[in-house]
């Protein structure tokens, strides 16, 4: 099966920015993030007002529970599919719901202040106080 030169652009570009976390912040930058993504008005569009996520147990192939995971939803459909923990190495889920959870917030936010796929960085998961390695 042959993919058009697009398609492989777009997926590596997409791997090369979840990947790649920006580090150089400082908790201060993050609340003044968080601020701004609470008081943007969103324009009209379907994907502004329809998106959505679920949090889900993650487990392993012998049916253990491994942690969590969530979902982003774009009018019903099914867009992200997240059972690791963004931006960081490794195959590690989220420890708990509530990090999976406040992870899948931020991404909401921050996939309709752009309207495209979010990036979750490093720094985002420290600022939310997500554990990682």
Same mark, same amino acid.
């Given at each position: ?45 379907? %994907? ?13 192939? %012998? ?42 917030? %931020? ?17 985002? %998961? ?8």
């Amino acid at each position: 099966m042959v993919f058009p030169r697009h398609l492989i652009v777009f997926f590596v570009t997409f791997l090369l920015l979840v990947s790649c976390g920006d580090d150089s912040g400082t908790a201060s930058d993050s609340l003044r993030l968080n601020e701004r993504l609470e008081n943007v008005n969103y324009p009209d569009s379907a %994907l502004a007002q329809d998106i959505t996520f679920k949090t889900f147990i993650v487990k392993d192939s %012998l049916d253990k529970e491994k942690g969590w995971g969530y979902d982003l939803y774009v009018d019903g459909k099914r867009t992200i599919h997240q059972p690791l923990i963004p931006a960081v190495p490794g195959n590690d889920a989220f420890a708990t719901e509530k990090d999976a959870k406040i992870t899948g917030e %931020l991404a909401v936010q921050k996939m309709k202040l752009t309207g495209s796929f979010p990036t979750i960085s490093i720094h985002d %998961l420290d600022s939310l106080g997500i554990k990682h390695q």
